[in-house]
């Protein structure tokens, strides 16, 4: 009898196709809290399998945690980022329970917008993440909404294919979007007022060429411009940085030609970061860096039909 019951929510979500469809109320959310690697254990808890080899993929997540460990963080440029408004990412989740249901559906979006404003001040980053408190609204930026992922909910756990899922993050100080391909979603402890997460997927080789380099670069070359430049007897030659910091490592490695300025094809065609962000997965016949990050989704207000 208890299995015959099990199947109830299955049968009354399959339309007249065959195909199964989500049912029962959307619940929408915001995210509220990144978490980006910082080292390879955290690598591996923000990633996902992605190509079907019963591994954790997330190679762009180890480069992100290999940075951090030179100065470089990533993790607290986004939370900031996230805290301040800069970066919105949000999501729908349609179900009939949030331990069990037969057929749950989950979009994501990127928005704009929040009201309240994310900042009391906006000179004081300790006053911002107003927004993120779980009674916000804000509007869905267009051309942004990921493919439907479909699948069960079992003990509060969901694990659903996204054909597409765009984030956004921050490297530098300006956010860039990237289109996760083949991607994967897994929620996590799934209730109304709170969802963690794991968003994972594959990034082509044009993203990461018009992208993700392009931002890393814009934070090398931010960093030795102002942290260079110093006078004294620890300041180093050519460009006066300052011994052992995280600039002269920078100089000493991107800086191929010593005239104290980083450019982009020095860092493009820099064999360690050519190495670092080659594609690691095959899906399909289609190779991809593989890219994953946790995330904490609280309440929020949209609409996601409105233009």
């Not at 970066?87 to 349609?94: C, F, G, H, T, W």
């Not at 209730?191 to 670069?217: C, E, L, M, S």
Request: glycine content about 12%; some cysteine; overall charge negative.
């Amino acid at each position: 009898m208890r299995s015959a019951l099990l199947l109830i929510p299955v049968l009354a979500a399959c339309g007249d196709d065959g195909e199964s469809v989500p049912t029962g109320d959307h619940f929408r959310y915001v995210v509220a809290d990144l978490a980006i690697a910082t080292n390879s254990t955290t690598a591996r808890e923000t990633g996902l399998d992605l190509d079907g080899d019963n591994s954790i993929d997330n190679q762009l997540g180890q480069v992100f945690g290999t940075l951090d460990g030179l100065g470089l963080g990533v993790g607290g440029t986004a939370r900031e980022a996230l805290r301040g408004g800069g970066v919105i990412m949000l999501a729908d989740l349609q179900t009939v329970g949030f331990d069990e249901a037969g057929v749950a559906g989950f979009t994501t979006f990127l928005g704009a917008n929040p009201d309240p404003a994310p900042c009391l001040d906006p000179n004081d980053p300790a006053t911002c993440g107003q927004h993120l408190h779980g009674n916000a609204r804000f509007t869905v930026e267009p051309g942004s909404t990921s493919a439907l992922g479909v699948a069960p909910i079992r003990g509060g756990d969901f694990l659903a294919s996204l054909d597409l899922l765009p984030v956004e993050l921050v490297i530098d100080e300006l956010p860039i979007r990237l289109d996760l391909r083949h991607a994967r979603v897994h929620l996590r402890s799934i209730a109304a007022d709170r969802i963690t997460a794991v968003f994972a997927g594959g990034i082509t080789k044009t993203d990461v060429q018009d992208a993700v380099v392009p931002a890393a670069h814009a934070q090398i070359e931010r960093i030795v411009r102002t942290e260079c430049g110093q006078t004294g007897p620890d300041a180093q030659a050519p460009c006066g940085c300052i011994a052992g910091s995280r600039a002269a490592l920078l100089q000493r490695n991107f800086d191929a030609n010593d005239d104290c300025a980083i450019t982009l094809a020095e860092v493009a065609s820099d064999s360690v970061v050519t190495a670092l962000t080659a594609p690691d997965i095959v899906i399909r016949g289609e190779r991809f860096l593989s890219f994953g990050v946790g995330v904490t989704l609280v309440p929020a207000d949209f609409d996601p039909g409105a233009p």
